[in-house]
């Protein structure tokens, strides 16, 4: 079924180490974003990406780094993980956002 | 920097009952999207409203957008348990027409 698929679904790290998350779109939309969702605090936009080869910082990028080398694609890497970045990441894509965004189903990210 | 409330933040109610629930903002806005995201889910678009005063149904699902464009609602007649989720939206306005804010959401549970 066509939409958004990210890898992977769980992790638990341990403070200090890095990991990437991948998010993979088969939709040929332009834009990607990574928001993360904390209780209480509602779905954050971390980084976006209007088109390929593009990246832009949103309302929470410290401690993350993006890169979208191919269209369909879009990785969010921690460097080091600190607990405070234990949250539900989410990435979503558009054609543009009249249509609206098609979400992942989500990774689930522990840092101890 | 606009503020956006969602109300109310809980709502748990029988199966059966009508329910509301509200989106305010402080600015005006282009359009406006729900989205319903269910436990361990990413949000998956309900509707996007364009026109002041608009009003879209959607089965059992009615959702209004103001007069003003500052402010949103949607009714839900006779909830079932599968209504339950968290109720998100997101307005659109300014230059910024591939980024989305999401309001921190109204938690509906519905009990049989």
């Known amino acids: 079924n066509a939409g958004v698929t990210q890898t992977p679904k769980f992790r638990v790290l341990k403070t200090g180490q890095s990991m990437t998350l991948l998010c993979a779109q088969d939709?040929?939309?332009?834009?990607m974003y990574w928001y993360r969702q904390d209780p209480g605090m509602g779905l954050r936009l971390i980084h976006y990406?209007?088109?390929?080869?593009?990246?832009a910082k949103g309302e929470v990028p410290d401690g993350y780094n993006v890169s979208r080398l191919k269209k369909q694609n879009f990785l969010l890497g921690l460097e080091s993980a600190a607990p405070s970045q234990t949250s539900v990441y989410f990435c979503?894509?558009?054609?543009?956002?009249?249509?609206?965004?098609?979400f992942g189903s989500g990774t689930r990210l522990t840092v101890v | 920097t606009q503020l956006l409330e969602q109300s109310p933040q809980f709502l748990s109610i029988q199966e059966g009952e009508n329910l509301t629930v509200y989106c305010n903002s402080s600015?005006?806005?282009?359009?406006l999207q729900w989205y319903r995201q269910e436990p361990g889910e990413g949000p998956v678009l309900l509707v996007t409203?364009?026109?002041?005063?608009e009003v879209k149904k959607l089965k059992r699902l009615t959702f209004q957008f103001g007069d003003a464009r500052k402010d949103s609602s949607l009714h839900i007649t006779a909830a079932q348990p599968g209504d339950t989720g968290l109720y998100l939206c997101?307005?659109?306005?300014?230059?910024?027409?591939?980024?989305?804010?999401f309001g921190k959401g109204t938690l509906l549970t519905v009990n049989p």
């Open positions: 600015s005006v806005f282009s359009s």
């Open positions: 939709m040929n939309h332009e834009y």
């Open positions: 409203v364009v026109t002041g005063g």
């Open positions: 997101a307005p659109q306005g300014g230059g910024s027409n591939y980024k989305l804010t």
């Open positions: 979503a894509s558009s054609a543009t956002t009249v249509y609206g965004y098609t």
């Open positions: 990406s209007v088109g390929e080869g593009t990246t």
